[in-house]
Structure formats: C-alpha cells, structure tokens
C-alpha cells in the first residue's frame, strides 16, 4: 500500500512541457498541492505504524486478505511478527529473567542426575545389559543440555562493569570465556566416554560431570530471590545436602562389603533385602552415631569405620550448625516481636496498668504482627535507598494523596517527598483518631479499615462512615487562626491502618517549593475568608458577662445612713452614699464595655457567690454607730482602699 501511495503520488507531478508552458506562479502552486499531498500520505503511514506497534492483533484483523495485497506484503508482515516473538534474547539478565531461573532449573537437574545417580551406578549393580540404553539415554540428554548451556545462555548474560550493564555479543562472550566457570564447565564435558570401548561401561568416567556445580548454587540464589518464604527452600536443601552425605556413605559402604565379600562377617552387608536401603540405614547410624553396630574385626573395616565416624561427626556438626542458623534467621522477626511484647507486659505489671488497657496493648501487639508481620514499617523502609522507598510509597497511596483538593496543583516532587514522610499507625476497634476542639497537627490517609465521623449530645450519633482511601484532617495542617482544631470526633470502627502525614514534615518540605507554599497559601486566604461572616455573627451576640454584677448594698448600711440623715449627721453621710452609687454604676459599665468571648476555663457565678461576697463586705467594714472627732475623712476605715482597687 505504501508503495503504490507514493507511486501514485510521483505519477501525479506534471511533466517538464506542461510545467514549462505554465507560469512561474502556476508552477508554485502546483508544487505546494503535491508537497501536502505529500504530507498526507506520510501522515497517514505514520498513523497505521503506530496503530500497528500499539496492538498489533487488531491492526491484523483489519488488514485486507492476502490476497487482495501486492507482492505477497502481507505473508512478509506475518513472518516478521513471528520471527519477532520467537526470537532468542540477544542478552539475558541472570537477576531478572524468569526465562533464566527456568533454564537454571534443567541445568540443575541433570547435575542432581549425574551426582546422585553416578555412585550408585558404580556401587550398586543397578546397570545391567538390559536397562543400559535407558542410562545411557538419560546421560546424553543430561550432556545436551549441559552443551546447550554452554554455547547458547552463558554466553548471553549481562554482566557489571565499572557500574554499566555490558550487553555487547562479543563483550558478553568474552567475559564468560576469561570466567573460571567456563574452564569447569569444559572440563565437566570431557568425552571420557570414549573409553568405554576399551573398559566397557564403567559411571566413573562420568564423574566429572558433577563439576556443573556452579549452575546449581545459583539456581539455589535465583530462586531464594523469588521465593516469599525463601527460608523453608533452605531448610529442605540443608537437610537434602545431609541425605546426600548418606547417600554416599551407603554407596561406599556397599562397596566395601563387595569388596571383601558380601556376608564375609557381620560387619558385612550379607545381601539379603533390598541393598541401597539396608546399607542406607547402615550409613545413617554411623553418621549419626546412634550406636549399635557390629563391631567390625578386620583391619579394613577398622579403618573404614574410623573414618566413617570422623566424617559423621564432622559432617553431622556443620549439618546442625548450618540448620541452626537457617531457622534462627527464619524466625528472627518473630523472635523480635515476642521480646518487644515480653517487655512491654513486664513494664505494665510493674507499674499496675489496669487490665483493660494491658488487654488493648495486646490485641494492638497482636493484630499489628498478622496483618503486616513487622511492629514498624518506617524501621524496615529506612534500610532502602531513597528512590526505592519512594517507588513503594507512590505505589501506596500517590493515587489517594494526588486526590487530596489542598494539594491540587501543588508540585510533583513536593508531593513524592510527602509521600516518603508518610508514618502508618494502627487504630484498634473503638480508638479516637482525633476528637473534637484538640489541637490538629496532623493529616490522615485510610490505609485499610474504616472510620466514623461521630457526635450529637451523646457523642455516638454517626454522621459518616469513611472507608480506605478517604483523607480528612487536611485543613487542620495550615492551622488559619484557631481552624487547626477537629471540628468533630473520628473513632476506628474496626481495626484500621492510617498513614499520617504531620504538619512539621509538610513545613520542612514546602521550604524548598515555593510555589506550592504559594498555593496553599491562597487556599489559607479562602479559609480566613469563609471564617469571617462566622466571626461576625458570634461579635452580633448579646455579651454574656464573666464577672457577676455588684452586690446591693447591705441593709445594715442602709439602716445606719438613714438614721444618719435623719439624726442631721447629713454632710459625711451623704458624700458616702452619693460616692458608693457612683462606684457601682460605672463598675457595671466598665463589666458591660469589656466583656470577653465565651471560654470553657471561666464560668458564671452562682446567686450563691454573690451572697458570700456581700456578707464578706459587710464584715470587713467597720462602721462606727457615733461620729468621731477626727473628721468626716475617717470615718470607713476601708474608703481609700475601696478607692484604689476602683481605679
């Protein structure tokens, strides 16, 4: 199609008489038609590229038949797309490559054919002339593929070098070459086979097929890195490396008892029975030293012995030993966990925690362990380099952050780095996230479980129910005049994973993108904003006094004035009386002017108070019944004192 598109196109220009007869202006217009006609066409080949490197099976659907495409383009296309999808790798990758692990997995089952399967036939008379092409078959199979390996993946993986991937044919090629891998493998195929014509077929000469030892244990290291629970994989190969020992101890001493004779004495396996298992469980109690053995009489079975116990102890002791430490490091983290716990139990008996809340730390220990299988995740996060942790914490929850309405439009990175300064926390069944009126400095994500918004005069009406992925606790991290207290009460409804982001850490990151510090910034403003009308409706409130009004004034004061005015005693009387009513109503005034917004630390006084006040006052005057002759200006002895504590 191609093809005949740009045909066409060129068969479309005019000829050198049209183009010489027509003007110069004729000529550019014609020119500039076929430049985009041109255009289009490369266009639209571009198009059908692209659709057909996107999904390939649908732009195969709809290409016409064969046989309505020139030149058989369409059988060509086929062709390439299978040479495509089954083609070789150039270059393996040995840590990442499934493909690998899998090829390693063949590899290491013909060694484990050649090194279990060499001595026995050498031992035991299992290779008869009627079973022999079946032994030989399997050992040419097990040799092809250690061939194929070696010409066809060894020379194919990348390697390292000076912290570049090397994935060049030749350089690959002659890395494996100058590799000590490559001289064993060499030699573990060398044709000694060929001796059978002259020795006949003797398992020996196979023996340095086991020199494929290098593809095992990197099978081993392959598939521990897959592996989740790589530990029970070492577990079984430890104790499959002890039968192994067995193994050849049985084969060893089937031998020598053929050696000296089946049933030469009783140290001698008599040939009775199946052989590998009777000189099986010989080797097991020898190796292990269980005892009961016949005592052996020769000087051949002394020594053999001997060095059978030598090698059991030995062998036995590193078999332990290596056991010991592949369930030690199994069970490290549980073994952590149950200490962490020990000590907390022991520390909140010694200071006599009630119960219920040692039983709440329990169940925290307790569910915190099953569903992550570590107390702390930053403990374990912090171990791994920067741009891994922050692949982990995008993964988590970048898709529930970048929903956040505070932080749309804010900064990429900056949101990444919050990302990495999330802390996760577990809230048992029944917690307050946070409640009502407290000081917000913190803003949360819903990992896994649920929440409720609750309140109403009980404190348990639900209001809403959030579910994983929800956020709230967002505003309360720009704290805008007093609007970084909760507005509500949030309690766990179940066991429940939040990850919390606190207001520090948003401060310590905004330092470095100002404009996003400029954007929430704005987003401050339209809260302060929305908080003014509010502002202004609790300012139109009647004022409630915090300070209660001043008491009358008592009725034996009262008595002794008027006897006063009426006895003629009018002048130092009358000043008194006339001061004390102005010193109430401007103390009235100056309560009404200065009144306070509601607090919840002062409360109103009671009639009560007043009383008590009152009858204070009355006792803490003294208030002579004559007058003295010291002048009207003693006669309260209190007056200059009630004076100062007016002003």
């Given amino acids: 199609e191609e093809e005949e598109e740009l045909e066409t196109a060129v068969r479309a220009w005019p000829s050198q008489s049209t183009t010489s007869t027509s003007s110069a202006s004729q000529t550019s217009n014609v020119?500039?038609?076929?430049?985009?006609?041109?255009?289009?066409?490369?266009?639209?080949?571009?198009?059908?590229?692209?659709?057909?490197?996107?999904?390939?099976?649908?732009?195969?659907?709809?290409?016409?038949?064969?046989?309505?495409?020139?030149?058989?383009?369409?059988?060509?296309?086929?062709?390439?797309?299978?040479?495509?999808?089954?083609?070789?790798?150039?270059?393996?990758?040995?840590?990442?490559?499934?493909?690998?692990?899998?090829?390693?997995?063949?590899?290491?089952?013909?060694?484990?054919?050649?090194?279990?399967?060499?001595?026995?036939?050498?031992?035991?008379?299992?290779?008869?002339?009627?079973?022999?092409?079946?032994?030989?078959?399997?050992?040419?199979?097990?040799?092809?593929?250690?061939?194929?390996?070696?010409?066809?993946?060894?020379p194919r993986l990348q390697f390292v070098l000076h912290g570049d991937i090397v994935t060049g044919k030749k350089e690959m090629r002659n890395n494996y070459i100058k590799a000590v891998r490559f001289k064993l493998d060499v030699v573990s195929l060398l044709p000694l086979e060929l001796l059978y014509f002259k020795t006949g077929i003797n398992a020996l000469l196979r023996l340095p097929r086991i020199l494929k030892f290098m593809s095992f244990f990197e099978f081993n290291k392959r598939l521990e890195a897959i592996l989740t629970n790589a530990y029970v994989y070492r577990v079984i190969r430890t104790?499959?490396?002890?039968?192994?020992?067995?193994?050849?101890?049985?084969?060893?001493?089937?031998?020598g008892s053929s050696f000296e004779g089946l049933g030469f004495s009783e140290w001698t396996y008599d040939g009775t029975g199946n052989s590998y298992f009777r000189c099986y469980y010989f080797a097991v109690k020898t190796l292990l030293t269980i005892g009961g053995l016949p005592e052996p009489t020769t000087l051949f079975e002394i020594v053999f012995q001997l060095i059978n116990y030598f090698i059991g102890v030995f062998v036995f002791s590193i078999m332990i030993g290596q056991m010991r430490d592949v369930v030690g490091a199994a069970t490290a983290a549980q073994t952590n966990y149950r200490a962490c716990v020990d000590n907390t139990v022991k520390y909140m008996a010694s200071y006599r925690i009630p119960k219920d809340v040692q039983n709440r730390v329990k169940t925290w220990y307790s569910y915190t362990w099953q569903s992550q299988g570590i107390l702390d995740e930053q403990e374990l996060l912090d171990q791994l380099p920067d741009k891994m942790r922050l692949d982990i914490a995008v993964d988590v929850s970048y898709n529930i952050i970048s929903k956040v309405?505070?932080?749309?439009?804010?900064?990429?990175?900056?949101?990444?780095?919050?990302?990495?300064?999330?802390?996760?926390?577990?809230?048992?069944?029944?917690?307050?996230?946070?409640?009502?009126?407290?000081?917000?400095?913190?803003?949360?994500?819903?990992?896994?479980?649920?929440?409720?918004?609750?309140?109403?005069?009980?404190?348990?009406?639900?209001?809403?129910?959030?579910?994983?992925?929800?956020?709230?606790?967002?505003?309360?991290?720009?704290?805008?005049?007093?609007?970084?207290?909760r507005t509500a009460n949030v309690v766990a409804r179940g066991f429940s994973n939040l990850l919390i982001l606190t207001k520090r850490d948003l401060n310590e990151i905004m330092v470095h993108y100002p404009v996003s510090q400029k954007l929430l910034h704005n987003f401050q403003k339209m809260l302060m904003k929305d908080k003014k009308p509010a502002e202004k409706k609790e300012e139109e409130k009647e004022?409630?006094?915090?300070?209660?009004?001043?008491?009358?004034?008592?009725?034996?004061?009262?008595?002794?004035?008027?006897?006063?005015?009426?006895?003629?005693?009018?002048?130092?009387?009358?000043?008194?009386?006339?001061?004390?009513?102005?010193?109430?109503?401007?103390?009235?005034?100056?309560?009404s002017s200065s009144v306070a917004p509601n607090s919840p630390v002062h409360e109103p006084f009671s009639d009560q108070d007043a009383e008590t006040l009152s009858q204070i006052s009355d006792t803490s005057m003294q208030i002579p019944t004559t007058p003295t002759s010291a002048g009207d200006g003693n006669v309260f002895a209190e007056e200059g004192s009630a004076e100062e504590e007016t002003k």
């Avoid at 104790?239 to 084969?251: G, M, S």
């Avoid at 919050?418 to 009126?437: A, E, F, I, N, T």
């Avoid at 913190?442 to 009980?458: H, N, R, S, T, W």
């Fill in 31 to 154: 020119v500039n038609e076929r430049l985009q006609e041109l255009v289009k066409l490369f266009k639209e080949r571009t198009e059908r590229v692209k659709e057909k490197l996107i999904d390939p099976d649908n732009s195969d659907d709809e290409t016409p038949p064969a046989c309505e495409l020139p030149s058989g383009i369409y059988f060509k296309e086929r062709q390439q797309m299978h040479t495509f999808l089954y083609r070789f790798p150039s270059s393996i990758d040995p840590f990442t490559s499934l493909i690998y692990v899998l090829w390693l997995f063949c590899v290491s089952l013909a060694f484990n054919w050649n090194a279990w399967m060499i001595p026995v036939r050498w031992a035991f008379p299992y290779q008869t002339p009627d079973n022999i092409h079946v032994w030989l078959l399997i050992d040419y199979l097990c040799d092809a593929i250690y061939i194929l390996d070696i010409l066809a993946f060894q």
């Fill in 239 to 255: 104790t499959t490396y002890l039968l192994y020992a067995v193994h050849c101890n049985a084969c060893l001493y089937y031998w």
């Fill in 405 to 485: 309405p505070l932080f749309q439009g804010c900064d990429r990175q900056m949101m990444f780095d919050m990302l990495k300064s999330l802390r996760s926390v577990v809230y048992l069944p029944g917690d307050y996230v946070c409640k009502k009126d407290e000081v917000g400095r913190e803003m949360y994500i819903i990992k896994a479980g649920e929440v409720q918004v609750v309140g109403g005069p009980d404190g348990k009406t639900v209001f809403v129910t959030l579910k994983a992925g929800a956020v709230f606790g967002e505003v309360s991290l720009l704290a805008v005049g007093g609007g970084n207290r």
């Fill in 543 to 591: 004022p409630i006094s915090i300070i209660p009004p001043r008491a009358e004034m008592p009725k034996l004061l009262k008595a002794v004035l008027e006897m006063t005015e009426k006895s003629g005693m009018k002048g130092t009387w009358s000043k008194l009386k006339d001061r004390n009513n102005r010193l109430s109503v401007s103390l009235q005034h100056s309560i």
